[in-house]
């Protein structure tokens, strides 16, 4: 009986072989097939998402927050930080403007001030990729070839203002905090703080993404189910702030009563669900999808495997309307609010849904046949 039992292992040993290939080598074979055919569309998206944006860039008139791009734009360095001393209320930190001035003196202006946005938002489709992989390997593809061909993202990436720019760095740190909840790695740690940092740098409006972003912590991944470390998140806090203080210290020692408020600013009733209308006319357009849109959320933590997962990332993308909302109505600010406020938010968005998509698969199999 022993002897026909390590002759029946020999021979199952052998039929799972092919070629001489043991079934491990053939699993990783096939994963690196699958990988290779990954990269090629990944790249295939990369060219045609860039030829899109380059398509007739600098023929477009510029608007008006370009002209006030243009303008914030011309001066360097030096010059930048002698109009904070005067101005530390200004709205818009200088990072934006002072790499938008290497192209100074803007001979195409139409060209010059939307090269950085063209270079960002190409390089945000390979970022979304790599992000939405944190979550799911399988929704990884759908989220950069969505955001590839987008035509809101497009428009963002041909106009000469800091979204594009946002989008990135919001994307590429929250990668890295991702990856570290996987990990643990330190340098990984100091990667995000350091994205999350340029994005103070950039515009202001980035510090609820900066705040309520943060959810994530308590994101449970396969590598790591326990609750996050909080010497971690201060760490991670600590971090920010080292790197931007110098940029407060600065503002601090010139502040000398200047108004917040922007002279003749326009006036308009802020709605919570004219905001939330906005949100979606924008990012998922016309009736059918912005409906479907809707359903895919609501359904999301009914179908998800971790309920808790999905009610994070929901919170993610609904904290920030609601956040802005209350803070508005809290100081009486009535300045004009749009979509593009909430660009770092973007991610959450498509990686919900097809997360969501993806859970509806699983529970209901005739689905992923169909998928299939």
């Not at 106009?159 to 790695?185: D, I, Q, V």
Request: contains cysteine; charged residues 10%.
């Amino acid at each position: 009986m022993k002897y026909y039992a390590i002759g029946f292992l020999i021979k199952v040993r052998f039929s799972v072989s092919l070629n001489g290939m043991s079934i491990g080598n053939l699993i990783l074979s096939v994963m690196n097939n699958i990988k290779r055919k990954e990269i090629f569309i990944l790249m295939l998206c990369l060219l045609i998402g860039f030829a899109l944006r380059f398509y007739t860039f600098d023929q477009k008139s510029l608007w008006l927050d370009e002209i006030y791009t243009f303008n914030d734009s011309q001066d360097g360095l030096k010059k930048q930080l002698e109009f904070y001393k005067e101005n530390p209320t200004f709205l818009h930190p200088p990072l934006f403007f002072i790499l938008t001035h290497q192209f100074y003196p803007f001979n195409k202006p139409e060209r010059d001030l939307r090269i950085i946005p063209l270079i960002f938002g190409t390089l945000s489709i390979p970022m979304i990729y790599f992000l939405a992989r944190q979550f799911s390997s399988a929704i990884a593809l759908p989220c950069a070839i969505s955001l590839t061909f987008m035509t809101y993202h497009i428009n963002l990436s041909q106009e000469g203002r800091s979204y594009a720019f946002l989008l990135f760095f919001g994307m590429a740190g929250l990668t890295c905090l991702m990856r570290y909840l996987r990990t643990s790695r330190s340098w990984l740690l100091i990667g995000a703080s350091a994205f999350y940092a340029l994005l103070f740098h950039t515009s202001y409006s980035s510090i609820p993404f900066i705040a309520l972003s943060q959810i994530v912590w308590f994101y449970q991944t396969e590598d790591n189910q326990k609750f996050p470390r909080y010497i971690s998140i201060l760490i991670f806090n600590g971090l920010i702030l080292l790197f931007c203080l110098p940029w407060l210290i600065f503002l601090g020692l010139n502040y000398n009563g200047q108004s917040f408020m922007i002279p003749h600013q326009s006036k308009e009733v802020i709605f919570f669900w004219n905001m939330l209308y906005g949100i979606f006319h924008d990012w998922t357009p016309y009736l059918p999808l912005t409906t479907t849109t809707i359903l895919l959320f609501l359904f999301f933590p009914l179908f998800h495997s971790n309920k808790r997962n999905a009610f994070i990332l929901i919170a993610a993308f609904l904290f920030p309307i609601i956040g802005l909302y209350f803070y508005c109505k809290a100081f009486n600010i009535t300045h004009f609010i749009s979509s593009r406020y909430f660009i770092a938010f973007l991610p959450f968005l498509l990686i919900a849904l097809y997360l969501s998509i993806q859970s509806f698969e699983v529970a209901i199999p005739p689905l992923s046949d169909f998928s299939d």
